[in-house]
């Protein structure tokens, strides 16, 4: 066995074994080479891959993404790093306009990945915190995971590199060096698209992805002893939804509660209420439920972002209120 | 570096004397005379999209390249057939030169069935990796880095490639513009940027763009070539961007060419251009790309008035011709908006 990687260790070996095995990846990104990333996940490539496959750019994320658009539609596969996944806004443009729709406006496929470290919890204020998914979750064309488990932080990179279209891959900083795991030997692609029942059960369905899973499992255990028995689903991929998932499960249990970390109004969270009000209301023994967070922007303080971002206490008090309904 | 004179003169350059003195250039008579007949193409083509939007044929916005027919033209003939190019709005001829046949525009623009995009884009909003052409966006400056990522990938798999692409003088105000330009520069990317400068965006002068005489003198931030030249001389675009490219594919990086042309239609057909000054236009119609090289055919012995009249006979039949296939297909099933959204597959 591999043994026990952490979940940057999973997206550092992926990869580092693409780089390997496949000529046609490419790293593009501020700092990625010389420096190794500001979280070290491309640390040793420059020195092993050289500066044609590890691309130390300039301040320029517009530049950086359509580099990567022009290099994808010539056949190769860039693999762009945004170094916090707030400025991925500076690229907007390039993603919503170049490459998502340039499949459908002209038949061209853009197989690239831009990932980068999203999320709070870790006290990085309003622009090293962000959960940027729904800006895209809007976007035709583009696909959208988020893993929340090292199998997943491996499986989903692999999977995104080799997808035809862009993929917009959101790793979770707060996961980084916080969660290990054993890395299956020979770890395959976690197809995208596809969600995952991280834990059986039958009394309420909790959706959620990233670093939010870990407190729906957390809680999962502990509303156990007030005999409420939670089924938590990992999406994984946030665009496409696994719908048929999520309803099945809703079909289960007959109580859906969403949990993102995202600001609530306009989240993906909001969607999947949508999908489940929409196709699964006769099922309902409750309204869908949401709890993300406040429509604020991140903010800085301890005291503060533990107020902003969804927690353990949060979610159990919200269980039971929709477990009463 | 940049061969950078101090003295740029002034933005668009007063007219020349009657005798008609176009750049120097090796290109034999023949294919010189193709020049023309790509030009002419071009003007011709445009001529019949714009009878088609007057009966009403063309769904959307209606664009005009009339006057800058010698930059498209002049720039992708000297493009090598390995090399890739991402033409503008207002660079059909480019793409005529790339091999487009005039009636794949033609559908674009009636939103047809059998046009490139299948009626899911419009005008020269296609692509064709095969003939070297990528497909722009309508936000300017986008397409500039995307080129560079063309001109790194063809670099990386040693295709002896170079990628090109335009910007007017208004898109040289977009971040994108600087950077891209400064990402080709610190990579070292074997690309050309051309900026065409017809005076006007939209309603915007070129004075309201910028404080620079010259868009060419920028390359000196990024420490590459630049050079500025006759937009309307389609001897002088085509050696420029023969020496640019030349350049690039000897592995001299980057360069940043300013086409002076001007602009003789309103940013689209609905648009007069009742804003600019009709100076402006008389002081451009006797620099007509066109007519100026026809002079500089005739004056030379390169063709007889003879030669001239059976080539522009021969695209208009052919032109006939394109037309009534155009027309012909019919509108795209509604069923089509709904497909290709994502591409399929694993790569």
């Known amino acids: 066995m591999a043994g026990q990687v952490t979940y940057l260790e999973a997206i550092r070996q992926a990869l580092w074994e693409e780089l390997e095995q496949d000529e046609r990846v490419l790293l593009l990104g501020q700092d990625i080479g010389t420096y190794g990333g500001a979280f070290r996940v491309t640390a040793g490539m420059l020195e092993r891959f050289g500066p044609e496959r590890v691309v130390d750019t300039p301040i320029s994320e517009s530049a950086m993404v359509g580099c990567a658009v022009g290099a994808a539609m010539m056949g190769m596969l860039p693999v762009v790093e945004m170094q916090f996944i707030d400025f991925i806004s500076c690229a907007f443009n390039q993603i919503i306009n170049f490459a998502a729709p340039n499949h459908y406006r002209w038949g061209q496929q853009v197989p690239m990945v831009i990932r980068g470290p999203s999320g709070g919890g870790v006290r990085g204020s309003a622009y090293h915190s962000q959960n940027p998914e729904s800006y895209f979750q809007h976007t035709p064309g583009l696909k959208i995971v988020a893993p929340g488990t090292v199998a997943d932080a491996y499986g989903l990179l692999k999977a995104a590199i080799h997808d035809?279209?862009?993929?917009?891959?959101?790793?979770?900083?707060?996961?980084?060096?916080?969660?290990?795991?054993?890395?299956?030997?020979?770890?395959?692609?976690?197809?995208?698209?596809?969600?995952?029942?991280?834990?059986?059960?039958?009394?309420?369905?909790?959706?959620?992805?990233?670093?939010?899973?870990?407190?729906?499992?957390?809680?999962?255990?502990?509303?156990?002893?007030?005999?409420?028995?939670?089924?938590?689903?990992?999406?994984?991929?946030?665009?496409?939804?696994?719908?048929?998932?999520?309803?099945?499960?809703?079909?289960?249990?007959?109580?859906?509660?969403?949990?993102?970390?995202?600001?609530?109004?306009?989240?993906?969270?909001?969607?999947?209420?949508?999908?489940?009000?929409?196709?699964?209301?006769?099922?309902?023994?409750?309204?869908?439920?949401?709890?993300?967070?406040?429509?604020?922007?991140?903010?800085?303080?301890?005291?503060?972002?533990?107020?902003?971002?969804?927690?353990?206490?949060?979610?159990?008090?919200?269980?039971?209120?929709?477990?009463?309904? | 570096m940049a061969k950078l004179s101090k003295n740029w003169g002034p933005l668009h350059p007063a007219a020349e004397e009657p005798v008609e003195r176009l750049a120097k250039t090796e290109l034999p008579a023949e294919r010189q005379l193709d020049l023309y007949?790509?030009?002419?193409?071009?003007?011709?083509?445009?001529?019949?999209?714009?009878?088609?939007?007057?009966?009403?044929?063309?769904?959307?916005?209606?664009?005009?390249?009339?006057?800058?027919?010698?930059?498209?033209?002049?720039?992708?003939?000297?493009?090598?057939?390995?090399?890739?190019?991402?033409?503008?709005?207002?660079?059909?001829?480019?793409?005529?030169?790339?091999?487009?046949?005039?009636?794949?525009?033609?559908?674009?623009?009636?939103?047809?069935?059998?046009?490139?995009?299948?009626?899911?884009?419009?005008?020269?909003?296609?692509?064709?990796?095969?003939?070297?052409?990528?497909?722009?966006?309508?936000?300017?400056?986008?397409?500039?880095?995307?080129?560079?990522?063309?001109?790194?990938?063809?670099?990386?798999?040693?295709?002896?490639?170079?990628?090109?692409?335009?910007?007017?003088?208004?898109?040289?105000?977009?971040g994108d513009f600087h950077e891209g330009l400064n990402l080709a520069s610190v990579l070292n990317a074997p690309f050309v940027l051309i900026a065409e400068n017809n005076g006007w965006a939209y309603s915007t002068p070129t004075s309201k763009q910028m404080k620079v005489r010259s868009i060419a003198i920028r390359a000196t931030s990024y420490s590459i070539p630049g050079e500025s030249?006759?937009?309307?001389?389609?001897?002088?675009?085509?050696?420029?961007?023969?020496?640019?490219?030349?350049?690039?594919?000897?592995?001299?990086?980057?360069?940043?060419?300013?086409?002076?042309?001007?602009?003789?239609?309103?940013?689209?057909?609905?648009?007069?251009?009742g804003y600019v000054p009709k100076e402006q236009f008389e002081e451009w119609k006797p620099k007509d790309p066109i007519e100026r090289f026809e002079r500089h055919l005739l004056g030379n012995g390169l063709a007889t008035e003879e030669d001239l009249k059976r080539i522009t006979a021969a695209i208009d039949e052919e032109l006939s011709s394109e037309v009534d296939r155009a027309l012909a297909s019919p509108m795209p099933p509604p069923e089509r908006a709904f497909e290709g959204v994502y591409a399929e597959g694993v790569v």
Request: glycine share 10%; aromatic share 6%.
């Open chain 2, 229 to 273: 030249f006759d937009g309307n001389d389609v001897l002088a675009v085509y050696e420029a961007t023969k020496r640019a490219l030349d350049r690039a594919r000897s592995g001299g990086g980057p360069s940043l060419l300013e086409a002076k042309t001007f602009r003789m239609k309103g940013h689209a057909e609905h648009d007069d251009a």
């Open chain 2, 37 to 174: 007949r790509f030009m002419k193409l071009n003007r011709m083509t445009e001529d019949r999209l714009g009878s088609l939007y007057r009966q009403n044929k063309v769904v959307g916005g209606l664009y005009s390249s009339r006057g800058q027919e010698a930059t498209s033209v002049g720039s992708a003939y000297a493009l090598a057939p390995q090399d890739f190019v991402g033409p503008l709005i207002r660079n059909l001829g480019v793409m005529l030169v790339r091999g487009v046949k005039p009636r794949e525009v033609m559908m674009q623009y009636m939103a047809r069935s059998d046009s490139p995009t299948g009626g899911k884009d419009g005008n020269t909003h296609f692509g064709d990796l095969s003939r070297g052409l990528v497909a722009p966006i309508s936000m300017l400056g986008a397409l500039i880095p995307v080129m560079v990522g063309v001109a790194l990938a063809g670099k990386k798999q040693d295709k002896d490639l170079v990628a090109l692409t335009y910007i007017g003088d208004g898109g040289t105000s977009t």
């Open chain 1, 164 to 325: 035809p279209n862009p993929v917009l891959y959101f790793e979770h900083k707060y996961l980084y060096r916080r969660l290990k795991d054993e890395l299956p030997e020979g770890g395959a692609p976690v197809p995208i698209g596809k969600a995952r029942t991280a834990r059986e059960g039958r009394d309420l369905s909790v959706f959620t992805y990233g670093a939010m899973l870990h407190v729906a499992l957390e809680a999962a255990g502990r509303l156990e002893a007030d005999g409420i028995d939670l089924e938590v689903l990992d999406l994984r991929t946030l665009k496409p939804l696994d719908q048929e998932a999520i309803l099945a499960s809703v079909r289960k249990t007959s109580r859906a509660l969403v949990l993102t970390e995202e600001q609530t109004t306009g989240s993906v969270a909001g969607e999947v209420a949508a999908r489940i009000a929409e196709h699964a209301f006769p099922w309902l023994d409750g309204p869908v439920t949401r709890l993300c967070c406040p429509d604020t922007p991140v903010p800085y303080s301890p005291t503060l972002e533990d107020a902003y971002l969804p927690n353990v206490d949060k979610l159990v008090a919200k269980v039971r209120e929709l477990a009463n309904f």
